[in-house]
């Protein structure tokens, strides 16, 4: 049985799947400190691999600036740690400029050790084109260019209990360690929410208040983006629209060429009660001139795009395809 965490994560994963851009995508996992970013990334990144695409995984952490300059302003200083903590400069010329438009592939995976501050060289990792590459750490839209960013949205509360048990022994001690994110971490994370908004920003966005039931709250582009969903099947229905969008949808005829139609068996009570039927079409890709689907494209936010993979069952798998009118358009196809 799929949890409700690996059902999100695997959404967000088919969504990376979709994106083939030439060469390898980056992708960020950012949010406050102690958000649950790397737990995240990680699984994401084997979810991704799961799907039969390249995948790998890269943290921050060696991409620390040395502790000479990570603490010149004090090792409380919450500008010290906005400012000073990352070396951007160098992660986006070893890691983001080889695998952006036009680089060689070849990028470092660290250059420092975080724990014994020693710099390291180390030779550079060869990416396959299709690589889907996921880094996190904190304060990655300040001043980085991504293809996909999701950002994990904790409260600061929750983030404070989790980061401060989990870091009491590292910093000297529970008390240092509250003491250390109210003044150092969540006061930087404060002015990263003021100075660059990186929620609105983000292509996906992740709440993890609960790490066990995570909500899918946006995806496929900014806040204010709107893209292109084809539908074939129960989508197309009033009453599904109403139940997952709050709202009926204005669409086009449109057609899906190289595709056939058969039925699945839908068993999820919730879809079943939502749609009226437990028998709903599923669409595959043959390449066959012949085979043409019939459907709708609808314009949708990313906050409804995100409510449309909830509710698809996992059966589908949502995927970018060319549309019969040119137009290009997210699909639910068979998994």
């Not at 983030?159 to 989990?166: D, H, L, V, Y």
Request: charged share 25%.
């Amino acid at each position: 049985m799929i949890t409700p965490r690996e059902r999100v994560l695997g959404r967000i994963a088919d969504h990376l799947c979709g994106r083939f851009p030439g060469r390898p995508l980056r992708v960020a996992v950012d949010g406050i400190t102690a958000s649950g970013k790397t737990t995240l990334a990680r699984e994401l990144t084997a979810a991704v691999a799961a799907r039969g695409r390249s995948a790998a995984h890269l943290s921050m952490d060696g991409f620390h600036n040395p502790r000479a300059v990570r603490h010149r302003m004090g090792r409380d200083s919450a500008d010290g740690y906005y400012l000073d903590a990352y070396d951007f400069g160098s992660f986006s010329r070893l890691v983001l400029e080889p695998l952006g438009p036009g680089g060689d592939r070849r990028y470092r995976s660290r250059i420092i050790d975080l724990r014994s501050d020693t710099p390291l060289d180390e030779p550079p990792v060869v990416a396959p084109d299709d690589l889907v590459l996921v880094v996190d750490g904190s304060f990655l839209q300040r001043e980085l260019e991504w293809d996909e960013v999701v950002f994990v949205d904790t409260p600061f509360a929750v983030a404070r209990e989790r980061g401060t048990r989990r870091d009491a022994e590292l910093l000297g001690g529970l008390e240092h360690a509250e003491r250390a994110f109210d003044q150092r971490y969540h006061a930087a994370s404060r002015r990263y929410l003021d100075e660059v908004g990186p929620a609105g920003r983000a292509s996906v966005v992740v709440g993890n208040s609960d790490v066990a039931n995570p909500v899918l709250q946006r995806i496929g582009g900014p806040a204010d983006a709107v893209v292109n969903l084809f539908s074939y099947g129960t989508l197309q229905t009033p009453s599904v629209q109403i139940e997952h969008f709050g709202r009926t949808l204005a669409g086009k005829e449109d057609v899906l060429p190289g595709h056939r139609q058969d039925w699945v068996t839908i068993t999820d009570p919730a879809v079943i009660e939502t749609s009226g039927s437990d028998r709903h079409p599923i669409v595959s890709y043959t390449g066959s001139p012949a085979d043409v689907t019939a459907g709708t494209m609808f314009e949708v936010t990313t906050a409804e795009l995100a409510a449309a993979d909830i509710y698809e069952v996992d059966d589908y798998r949502r995927a970018l395809v060319r549309l019969g009118s040119g137009a290009d358009a997210w699909v639910y196809l068979a998994s």
